[in-house]
């Protein structure tokens, strides 16, 4: 067990130093490099909330048929 703890720690602490240490040497501006990282997140939020949109859409439909078993059969 102590044998995982150390490796996670170890994975973590590398993962940070990296990310540092790329972040510094990155050919790119800090500022550029900022707006890009925003810009990014901002499409990621945009298309998790599109997605769940289509999904509570999808879910919605699913529960009204499962609700009104008639209404689905009025359909066809």
Known sequence: MKKVIN????????????????????PSSGEKLLN??????KNIQIEIKEAAAKKRMELEKELDELKNPTSKKAEQ
């Not at 890009?36 to 997140?41: I, R």
């Open 7 to 26: 490796f996670t720690l170890g994975a973590i602490l590398g993962g940070i130093v990296g990310s540092i240490t790329a972040l510094l040497l990155a």
């Open 36 to 41: 890009e990282l925003e810009s990014k997140a």
